[in-house]
């Protein structure tokens, strides 16, 4: 077979990526849009203006596609790791597991069948009762990500476990220290808060579209206004758990936020944050950079003083501490850029979300027309509404690829994870294959997204889901026998 | 072997039962979305049939896996690993039948509707084959090695044994899809289901009779279970019977639950044969046993406490949402 210098490594550190990053453009707006649909729908319920159910049938639209696609790349997810994994999967089965089939039978369950009475219900329950339906799937699509964030924390931050003597894999002691891992607990509300944040500027932002062809202007503004202010309570809870998420990594992952914050050596007490940079990786060096006093130690410790130690430090300390198990020519270094960029990425989103949150609700105010004519921050706003996606993306490389070269801290590395059993060549098509269908399906959901867009709220439900619902009663008389 | 470890083994293979009964109608249902219904009214309720049902069907799925992980992590690595290519396909159908209900609904042109039309088809034809594919080949026995990692060529899962088993699932799963229907619609769909079971039926029976001696020759079963495997061979065999009398007779939920029971018996089938393996190995040192492939005792125990708390509450829910959708779909007019 040719030699492309593909390795099964190389090529299952790819798949993971590449499916995760995709599945999870997904799962966040899912979860946002359930949840601003739910609020719509409970306004609706409220208040009783129609309004409200229009605007919740024609988001949830959105929500439906979108659901639709997370849910069938979640399960590449599952088998992912027997499949291109199968030594971690030994390793962490224990562990692991657990979580997993909780999040299947607690979660996926009730986001699935609800999903189901949502969708089909609308005539046939009181507005309360069906309202419920939707609360129920956010309910558990938000469980979900707990169980599945339960499972990522042991793999950052092990706690809970012993390593058996005779196998060699980890083994759970405590649940109860599984679940309360603080890393868990400062990672779900980010991850959540996140997602409500994804759906209030992607509906903010083809809001903001329709509105500048002056387009059901009632509708859309009312939309805005949901969706801005959603929106700006939790970029605000966001930027907050961010910030506690990550001052959590200074002792846990110290080598994680060095390189978030481009650190090669120790930093000095007056704290200079580099604003932005440039990196030599091989010599392990800043090249150069534009530096702020004192704001690192704001960020690190809420006050000016105090010192971040630097990735080259992090690094003795960790060939010290690991050598002796695995060997020293392990690479402790993390990719400095990706990270770096990624951080700036991602609070600078999260910092222009809560500002564009505030400035669209001030020109968005009931009696004032003042939205309509900034066509400059519709603009803006409508092109943020893609922004999101690539925040998610940026959030995830950070944990991830900071997590290098570990799968789970400290006890498994990426190396000794995968598979040995799978070919390059069944890597390969599976990853080209993956790849055309994602392209594919992320064509589509942008064409139905902007098509649904283009259709406007007006336009009933042209689903085929109502064939048939003038419903015969299968017991009634006659019924079962065949005239 | 403790208790607990039983306990998983059986609980995953009700698990898989499970899914089978229920994503059986509905792999089914999709696989006639194309050939049986005649036109798009035909089709729309059709996909409706199963519109509120088929993600949650699935999940029985999800959580077999996801079971499977927690309480055999070795035979979890072991199967997904080894069956790398089948899966990957499976993964690749299911993604295509999943999307295309949803997809289809939305398309405006008559080609784009036909494409997922064809991919919801052919997704769940290829999906319920390549599942009676890796189970017929599983129990047949593969190439594994001492670390447990299988290392299966192509020929070694496609073979006479796993493709007879293949077309068996897929057949087990068109009939039940059909008997749904007839519950499910009124009308011309309901009698044309009924038609295309009369037809359907005796293929099936002379699929089972092949592979019924397959399995004596493919397998140990027969010569380690004897009585067990025979009584559940024939129990399969008469389950698939009172199906076709409820054909012939026209008795609607006789022919679902039979078409149903039939599927559940080729999972026994199954776990009864493998038992008390999880994977069987060609050299039988290297089999997996479900002594020692399985989660540590603290593990077990946990998953079984959430497990008997939380499925019981599921399971009213779950078949709650069967309840509300229990009427029949009208035939469009034009049919009617």
């Known amino acids: 077979m040719l030699n492309l210098g593909l390795d099964i490594l190389g090529l299952a550190r790819f798949q993971f990526g590449m499916t995760t990053v995709f599945h999870f453009f997904f799962v966040p707006f899912s979860i946002g849009l359930a949840f601003v649909v739910a609020v719509m729908e409970t306004m609706y319920a409220i208040k009783g203006d129609e309004d409200y159910k229009k605007m919740a049938q024609f988001w949830g639209k959105m929500f439906l596609y979108s659901f639709a696609v997370g849910v069938v790349t979640g399960i590449i997810q599952e088998f992912q790791f027997g499949m291109n994994w199968s030594e971690y999967s030994r390793f962490m089965g224990d562990i692991f597991g657990a979580p997993l089939a909780i999040e299947a039978l607690a979660a996926f369950f009730m986001e699935s069948t609800f999903i189901g009475m949502w969708m089909f219900t609308w005539d046939r329950f009181n507005k309360w009762v069906h309202t419920l339906f939707i609360w129920l799937v956010m309910f558990g699509s938000s469980l979900s990500a707990l169980w599945i964030l339960a499972a990522n924390s042991f793999m950052q931050n092990p706690l809970g476990y012993i390593i058996n003597q005779q196998t060699g894999h980890v083994q759970m002691v405590s649940f109860g220290a599984v679940l309360s891992n603080p890393q868990l607990w400062s990672e779900f509300p980010h991850v959540i808060f996140g997602a409500f944040v994804t759906a209030s500027f992607v509906i903010a932002g083809c809001a903001a579209w329709r509105l500048l062809k002056k387009d059901h202007v009632t509708f859309y503004r009312k939309s805005l206004n949901v969706a801005l202010v959603i929106g700006l309570i939790f970029s605000l809870g966001s930027i907050a758990s961010g910030d506690i998420q990550s001052r959590y990594l200074i002792n846990n992952q110290p080598m994680k936020f060095a390189a978030m914050e481009g650190l090669y050596k120790d930093s000095t007490n007056k704290g200079e944050w580099a604003a932005i940079a440039g990196f030599d990786n091989k010599q392990h060096k800043t090249t150069w950079s534009v530096d702020v006093p004192y704001v690192l130690n704001l960020l690190s410790y809420h006050k000016t003083t105090g010192t971040i130690k630097g990735m080259n430090t992090i690094n003795k300390e960790l060939h010290a501490k690991y050598d002796k198990k695995y060997g020293n020519d392990i690479n402790y270094y993390v990719p400095t850029k990706t990270l770096f960029w990624s951080f700036r990425i991602m609070s600078g989103a999260g910092a222009l979300f809560a500002l564009l949150a505030i400035v669209g609700l001030i020109f968005n105010r009931k009696k004032s027309q003042l939205i309509m004519s900034q066509r400059w921050f519709l603009y803006i706003l409508g092109l943020c509404l893609w922004l999101p996606f690539i925040v998610n993306t940026a959030g995830w490389f950070i944990t991830e690829f900071g997590r290098y070269p570990w799968v789970v801290y400290g006890l498994l590395t990426i190396a000794d994870a995968v598979s040995p059993n799978v070919s390059v060549a069944s890597l390969l098509t599976s990853n080209i294959i993956y790849f055309l269908m994602f392209a594919g399906m992320g064509v589509v959901m942008i064409v139905l997204c902007h098509r649904t867009l283009k259709a406007g709220p007006d336009i009933e439900n042209t689903d085929g889901y109502a064939a048939g619902d003038t419903d015969l009663d299968p017991y009634s008389k006659g019924a079962f026998n065949h005239d | 072997m403790t208790n607990l470890q ?186 044309r289901a009924l038609a295309w079971n009369k037809i359907l039926y005796p293929v099936l029976f002379a699929g089972e009779v092949l592979f019924a001696i397959l399995l004596y020759f493919s397998t140990d079963f027969f010569a380690k279970k004897p009585l067990t495997t025979t009584a559940i061979v024939v129990a399969l065999v008469i389950f698939t019977c009172l199906a076709y009398w409820g054909v012939l007779g026209n008795h609607e939920w006789l022919s679902f639950i039979g078409s149903g029971l039939s599927l559940i018996s080729v999972v026994v089938l199954i776990f009864n044969g493998l038992f008390p393996r999880v994977m069987i190995a060609n050299n039988p040192a290297y089999s997996l046993l479900i002594k020692n492939s399985s989660s540590s005792p603290y593990t077990l125990h946990l998953m079984t406490i959430l497990t008997f708390s939380i499925l019981p509450i599921v399971l009213i829910y779950f078949i709650w949402s069967y309840w509300v959708f229990y009427k029949r779909l009208a035939s469009p007019k034009q049919n009617a």
């Open chain 2, 6 to 191: 039983l306990l998983w083994f059986i609980l995953i293979g009700v698990l898989f039962s499970g899914f089978f009964f229920l994503e059986g109608f509905d792999f089914g249902v999709g696989m006639l979305v194309k050939s049986f219904a005649k036109n798009e009214a035909e089709r729309d309720v059709v996909i409706r049939s199963i519109g509120p049902h088929w993600d949650g069907n699935e999940v029985w799925l999800i959580t077999a896996g996801g079971a499977m992980f927690a309480s055999f992590p070795m035979w979890y690595a072991t199967l997904f690993s080894g069956f790398y290519l089948v899966l990957f396909l499976i993964l690749a159908a299911l993604i295509f039948r999943g999307v295309s209900f949803e997809f289809r609904a939305n398309m405006q042109t008559e080609k784009w509707r036909n494409f997922w039309e064809w991919a919801s088809t052919i997704g769940s034809f290829c999906a319920a084959f390549l599942f009676g594919m890796l189970f017929t080949a599983m129990i047949a026995g593969m190439p594994i090695d001492k670390n447990g990692d299988m290392t299966a060529h192509f020929f070694d899962y496609v073979n006479l044994f796993s493709l007879v088993g293949g077309v068996a699932v897929t057949v087990l799963s068109l009939v039940h899809g059909l008997n749904f229907i007839r519950l499910k619609t009124s009308g011309a769909l309901r009698e």
